[in-house]
Structures are given as structure tokens and as C-alpha cells.
């Protein structure tokens, strides 16, 4: 039976890919430095799914390819609410800290660089977000990710509660 090449194209989800951050290192041996290359990626679906990946390699294609698979092994589902998230939430990892809010339609991503590249692969188009104590980039990234681990819809409160959707919003 020959191998159906468009069936196999459809099968498989398109991933938005970001290279954060790219880090050349060098060790000094007998001979010389030695070059290597680090590569924080974030690998999204833009519908609420995403991972990060940090790859090493000699060369910087490789780090990079390392970086995705790593991101794709890693891969998380987010509660969103529609474009945006569904409350505000502060993440924190290492000296990270990240605050995020829910932003009305239009806003746009208000984010920095770390953090506008996770919400971009996890596919919110309303946000606004501050870095509040570390600029480093892996932490920056884990505290993002953390914090929108943290994420829960007014259903999800509603079902761990066991109360309705109404009693949780006060309404």
C-alpha cells in the first residue's frame, strides 16, 4: 500500500515555535574555547496548549531542535477564557515573578519578551503582564508557566466546589 503523504500532514498539529533566548557559552581547554550553544524555546498549539524546552548542542540548529523536542515532552493544557485568561494570577519561580491580567478585547499583548512569547504560543491575544523581579529568561518563563498552571475557569472553581457556575460568581 503506498504512503498517503497529505493524510499525513493533516494528521499531525501545527506547533507555533519560539526561539526565547540564545546562549553562547565557552569552556576554556588546553587547546582553545570551546563554543556551545543553549536555546530556550516555547512550542505552542495558539489553542490553549503549551511547553518550554531548553536544548544544548555545538551548533545553534541543533540547541534549537533540542529546545523544541524538549518543549513538545513538556506540553501543558491552560484554561483560558475566550482570547485572554479568566482571572489574575502572579507566578513565581526561582527570582521570577510575572503578573498577569485578563485584558478586554483589543488590548493586545502588553508583555515583555519572555512572556510575550509564551502567550503567543499558547494562543492569548489579550493580556497585560509585568515581569516584577528577574529579567532572566528561564525563570521569567517558568514563573509564566507556573502561574498560568495555575489558571482555573469559573466552571472548574464550580466543579471542585460542587456548586454552580452562578453561586461562583455571585450573581
Known sequence: MAYNRDRAE????????????????????????????SALVVVGDGKGTVGYGLGKAAEVS????????????NMVKISLL????????VGKFGAGEV??????EGTG???????RAV??????TNIRSKSLRSNNPQNVVKATMQGLMSLRTPEEVAQIRSKTVEEINGK
Do not use: C, Q, W
Open 10 to 37: 493533516k494528521t499531525a498539529p501545527e506547533f507555533i515555535e519560539k526561539v526565547v533566548y540564545l546562549n553562547r557559552v565557552s569552556k576554556t581547554v588546553k587547546g582553545g574555547r570551546v563554543m556551545k550553544f
Open 119 to 124: 502567550m503567543e504560543a499558547v494562543g492569548v
Open 99 to 104: 503578573l498577569m491580567k485578563p485584558a478586554p
Open 62 to 73: 541543533e540547541a534549537i531542535l533540542k529546545g523544541i523536542a524538549d518543549a513538545k515532552k
Open 82 to 89: 475566550g482570547d485572554t485568561i479568566p482571572h489574575e494570577v
Open 109 to 115: 499583548v502588553i508583555a515583555g519578551g519572555a512572556v
